[in-house]
């Protein structure tokens, strides 16, 4: 062999030799750390595994380049602020956050973190960013509230059970989002020719006993408003409507498949997964500050048929025909 040809041969031969530590010193992939305060309840389990599938599309993949941290009260409002400053003690990269309560605890544990909302109502309303179109400070993500809802639950419950002249709202006085979703009812309820009467839902006995304030006065159909400590307890506001005889709605599918009757709102699903999109822009170097909020693109209308029957309901074609899911 001649000298050139030797020279090729022990060129290939360090460059061969080499692959193994060329590749060895490519620095690995960063691992992102995303933390998530949630409520709980359906809001929280129907859409957290949607928001991972889409983590997953995006290229985040669990135990490998992203560390999920989550944190979630379980419909304890006491648990929040706790638990938000645990995660801000992390230092995550963001931080998705469920329900109102849980992001005003988490505001006040980090103004610099950036914060994605997946399930929030009225964040303007509350305070929690200046407009939809461009936040300001560390929150962005997705309301979960949109116009005409509220007025569609009173419109739905006339269609169920027309005799109703009397509706009853479980709700929470000191959530803002509640505040704003109450006065669309009560002018929807003087539309409609009902009266409307609120009563607070909070801590574990005032459900029971607010069940049996509407029975005694005559409520002859229920709202449920969105709220995580509600959707901790779906199972027990189904079984409390059902003794009182109470056809009842609520904003998510959560609630019929507990065997409640009714709901209509957002999709639950679509918000987180929307939410993920949020997290991935921020890694990659968006500012929430400049981030538009979103509002829900997809709706859904659930229906319990066993529980319309146990109730002694007939529930019109026109309702069926727009259901997306008919629980048998």
Same mark, same amino acid.
């Given at each position: ?24 010193? !490519? ?15 359906? $809001? ?18 669990? =135990? ?33 956050? !469920? ?8 505001? !006040? ?12 109502? /009225? ?7 200046? @407009? ?8 962005? $993500? %997705? @309301?979960?509230? +949109? ?50 009467? +609120? ?67 957002? @999709? ?11 997290? /991935?822009?921020?890694?990659? =170097? ?8 979103? !509002? ?20 019109? @074609?026109?309702?069926? %025909?727009? +259901? ?5």
């Amino acid at each position: 062999m001649s000298i050139p040809g030797i020279a090729r041969v022990v060129v290939l031969a360090l460059a061969v030799s080499a692959l193994p530590f060329a590749a060895e010193a !490519q620095p690995a992939q960063k691992r992102v750390r995303v933390g998530v305060l949630a409520g709980g309840g359906s $809001g929280f389990h129907t859409g957290f595994e949607p928001f991972r599938q889409r983590m997953r599309e995006l290229g985040y993949v669990q =135990g490998e380049n992203l560390a999920l941290e989550v944190r979630n009260a379980e419909g304890r409002a006491e648990r929040y602020a706790a638990l938000a400053a645990e995660l801000v003690g992390l230092a995550p990269e963001v931080i998705v956050v !469920q329900g109102n309560v849980a992001l005003a605890a988490l505001r !006040q544990a980090t103004q610099t973190i950036p914060i994605v909302m997946a399930m929030i109502g /009225d964040p303007v309303g509350a305070g929690f960013i200046t @407009s939809l179109a461009r936040p300001g400070g560390n929150i962005t $993500g %997705l @309301s979960n509230q +949109a116009e005409g809802i509220s007025p569609k639950w009173v419109e739905l419950l006339k269609e169920v059970a027309p005799a109703s002249a009397r509706l009853g709202v479980l709700w929470d006085p000191n959530n803002v989002a509640h505040a704003k979703m109450w006065g669309a009812i009560q002018e929807a309820g003087r539309a409609a020719s009902v009266s409307v009467v +609120a009563r607070d839902g909070r801590g574990p006995d005032p459900i029971a006993q607010a069940f049996s304030a509407m029975a005694a006065e005559q409520i002859g159909a229920l709202i449920i408003l969105p709220d995580p400590a509600f959707s901790a307890k779906l199972r027990h506001i189904a079984e409390l409507a059902a003794r009182h005889k109470l056809p009842a709605i609520y904003a998510f599918r959560g609630f019929p498949l507990a065997g409640g009757l009714i709901s209509y709102g957002p @999709s639950v699903a679509d918000n987180w997964r929307r939410a993920a999109v949020y997290v /991935d822009k921020i890694v990659k =170097g968006a500012k929430p500050a400049e981030l538009p909020v979103g !509002q829900p693109l997809e709706f859904e209308l659930v229906v319990n048929l066993k529980t319309a029957r146990a109730l002694g309901l007939t529930l019109p @074609s026109s309702i069926l %025909l727009r +259901a997306d899911r008919v629980i048998e």
